[in-house]
């Protein structure tokens, strides 16, 4: 098999040719047809994460082992199955679930791998989908997703999980109340495809680029608020007659984006940090406790709430958002784009 591979932080990939496993147990050998390029592949590849102050977590501290093939979005087809995994069959194209657990915890065994403490993650922890082939440890990972074409749904696996599950922290709304969404990539995207099914509130949109904001109007009803040209918290608090926003989801999450969601709040209401941009977020306490805020992190979702996810996706035939397929050679540049803001959507690879 031919994969390309972070060998050293921060550098280009390498290609690396190495034999094809073969599968035991419950393993599942997959042909990969389309990986999806997610903006913590950049966090991976760049070796660390912004934490506010100067200060930086690294990935090689959090167990991530070089060198590696990346890749979690991963849509493939199964060539080959290990004589434990019968609920595999040659032939069968699948979305690989790849926040992969010890598969014994009390997390695992209840379809929410994304929560165990001794996480396997694909192309993370393994090695995943910037190659032509893929292992994965259990046919349990694998979900059906016909109908749907592999450039299409491999991104359900990371951003459309983390947006649906971050939405469903949410719920339930009101059609009376208003929604903001803090972030127009490929996260909110996959978060506007999803939340009319979910809810009838208002959606407010904000982002810093009028593409992205285009591109949201066409996914629905939304009312769109360019962050350059407009103070946000205006907007909102001029659109909800002055109270606020009862939910905020933020997929950028640095202290600009925080600071403006937290203080769009109304009472009750819950705010929800997903993105990974860095840096921090100082509030008052009593202002937590007299408005009975929530503040909550989400990250990735449940191995049940991704068969949810495809189940909605292929029941209401839900428009996808753009997708921009390039060779899987180009993922150094793909990697240069996302770093700078530059894909619409979402970026997919193909071996
Ligand atoms: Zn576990
Ligand atoms: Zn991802």
Redesign the pocket.
């Known amino acids: 098999m031919k994969s390309l591979k972070l060998a050293e932080f921060g550098k280009p990939l390498q290609w690396v040719e190495s034999e094809t496993p073969k599968p035991k147990g419950n393993e599942v050998l997959l042909k990969v047809d389309a990986c999806g390029v997610c903006h913590s592949d950049l966090h991976i590849w760049e070796g660390y994460y912004e934490l506010g102050d100067d200060e930086r977590m690294y990935i090689a501290d959090r167990g991530v082992n070089l060198p590696l093939t990346m890749g979690h979005e991963v849509v493939g087809t199964v060539v080959e199955t290990g004589p434990d995994a019968k609920g595999a069959q040659k032939g069968d194209r699948r979305l690989i679930y790849p926040w992969i657990?010890?598969?014994?915890?009390k997390?695992?065994i209840t379809d929410r791998?994304h929560m165990?403490?001794?996480p396997g993650s694909l192309g993370v922890f393994k090695d995943g989908g910037y190659s032509d082939f893929v292992m994965i440890p259990h046919e349990q990972y694998l979900v059906a997703i016909d109908g749907l074409k592999p450039e299409n749904a491999c991104s359900y696996a990371c951003a459309g999980l983390t947006a649906y599950s971050a939405l469903k922290k949410m719920m339930p709304l009101d059609k009376d109340e208003t929604m903001v969404i803090i972030g127009a990539g490929g996260l909110g995207l996959m978060a506007m495809q999803v939340v009319k099914e979910l809810t009838a509130a208002a959606v407010i949109v904000i982002d810093v680029d009028d593409n992205k904001l285009n591109v949201a109007t066409q996914l629905g009803d939304f009312m769109t608020i360019n962050s350059r040209k407009e103070n946000p918290l205006e907007v909102v608090m001029n659109a909800t007659n002055g109270k606020g926003a009862s939910a905020i989801v933020d997929f950028v999450n640095n202290e600009a984006t925080a600071t403006a969601a937290f203080n769009m709040l109304q009472k009750n209401g819950t705010m929800v940090m997903v993105g990974l941009f860095g840096g921090k977020l100082t509030f008052s306490n009593p202002v937590v406790a007299l408005k009975n805020l929530t503040i909550r992190g989400s990250y990735t979702g449940g191995l049940a709430e991704l068969r949810e996810l495809i189940e909605i996706v292929q029941n209401k035939k839900l428009k996808s958002i753009p997708v921009q397929t390039y060779s899987l050679d180009a993922a150094d540049d793909i990697l240069a784009k996302v770093k700078k803001g530059e894909i619409t959507g979402r970026a997919v690879v193909t071996p």
């Open positions: 657990g010890c598969n014994d915890c997390y695992c791998m165990c403490l001794s």
